[in-house]
Structure formats: C-alpha cells, structure tokens
C-alpha cells in the first residue's frame, strides 16, 4: 500500500521498492524524492508533502533539538541527530527520519547502532537502536506518530519515546519509557518529566513571543524538582 499525504501531488515509487530493504536502497539512491518526507512503515511506503507548520511543528522540534544537541555535545555523552537523519530497524520493520535521535556513546561502542556509508559519498543512515527518539506531531502525522510510530520504536527496543502535540494549549508533552508492554509515561512531578536517558528533567512551556506568535522553551535541571 502507498499513502500520499495530498492528493494533488505525486511521486513515483519504483516497482521494486517492496520491503525495507529495497526502500533503504532507493532512500540512498540519486533519484530518491528531495521534497516530502518519505518512510517505510510496517510494510507501507508512506509520503508526506504537507506544508510544516512554523511554530507548533517547526519551532518545537527546533526548541527542543537545540537543548539536547548541546546538552549531548557539551557532556560528551554521544551524538545527537536533528530532524533528516534516517533511521532504519529491521526488528521493527521501519526506516524513516525521527525529528529528532540520540545515540549514546555506550550504543555506539556496543554496536547497538551502526552508522551507515552513502552508495556515493558521506554516512546517510543510522541502523539499529538509539537511545531517544522525538516526534512532534502534526495535523498529517498524528496516526503515525502516535499509533505506528509508537508500536515500531517499541519494538525496535528504543529506550526513550519523547512524544510532543502543539496543535492546542495547553501543549502535551510526553517522555515515554519503554516497558515490556510497550510505552508508558514516565515519572512527573510539577509540571516536569523525568529522563532516564539524559539524567535530567525536562519541562516544555509556551507563551506569546513579542512578535504574538508562540514561543516554546524547553527547561532542564538536574534536581529533582521541589
């Protein structure tokens, strides 16, 4: 099955792209679409050329890569790989591009996470298990990020789920664990979610900029908050 998010557009997915692995080598071939984000899904190729809303999608994605990308880089604690990075897991039956990944330096060594080359150049894919994965939701994504997605990170044995929706206020923001049966919520206190991950705890706050449109903070602390 292909699903095209608007109708009106169209790409064209060769014949041969009939499993995960022929979708990983069409992702690195010259030909693979530059506009929409494409993925493999649980056996569906799945196309989405909606338009990224600014600030409930775009904005919150950015907020929260920048906060961890330092965070990661400033303790040494592995790589963190904003929104375009592919990840692919066979156990899970999926390759597609996270808004956000961390692997940590422990996966990387343990070989839990492969870094991919390009057919032509570069490293173009990450394959195995990160340690974290975000998503941030979006009109077109919300049975993929919430149901497929969600289902398939399980399964691909990621530790951490973090799960965002701006669409409305108040803004739902979700650190998911994973268990034996899959994700739950982790602790809470305050306002403030806790992640076994980095060590910290994390809050996502919005209010009007100056300019009237949102402005989202993502706040980090090591305490425990009061």
């Given at each position: 099955?292909?699903?095209f998010t ?8 060769p ?54 990308h ?9 790589r ?21 990944t961390?692997?940590?330096t422990?996966?990387?060594?343990q070989g ?29 994504s ?67 900029g ?17």
């Open positions: 099955m292909i699903r608007l109708d009106d557009e169209r790409i064209q997915i014949n041969w792209v009939v499993d995960l692995e022929s979708f990983r080598r069409w992702a690195d071939d010259d030909a693979f679409p530059e506009k929409g984000r494409i993925a493999f899904l649980k056996g569906d190729v799945w196309v989405d050329l909606s338009m990224e809303q600014l600030f409930d999608h775009n904005q919150v994605k950015s907020e929260i890569n920048t906060v961890l330092v965070s990661v880089k400033t303790n040494r604690m592995g963190y790989f904003t929104d375009g990075a592919f990840l692919s897991n066979a156990d899970a039956d999926v390759s597609n591009q996270p808004d956000g961390f692997v940590s422990a996966s990387l060594e839990l996470v492969r870094v991919v080359e390009g057919r032509t150049r570069g490293h173009v894919e990450l394959e195995g298990t990160p340690d974290m994965v975000l998503e941030v939701v979006s009109d077109s919300v049975e993929k990020d919430t149901i497929i997605l969600r289902q398939a990170y399980a399964e691909a044995g990621i530790r951490e789920y973090w799960l965002v929706d701006a669409r409305q206020e108040p803004l739902r923001f979700e650190i998911l664990r994973r268990t034996e049966r899959g994700y739950v919520g982790g602790r809470k206190r305050s306002g403030w979610l806790r992640s076994e991950v980095f060590d910290r705890w994390f809050r996502l706050t919005q209010q009007p100056s300019d009237g449109f949102p402005l989202f903070t993502l706040q980090m602390q090591a305490q425990r908050p009061a």
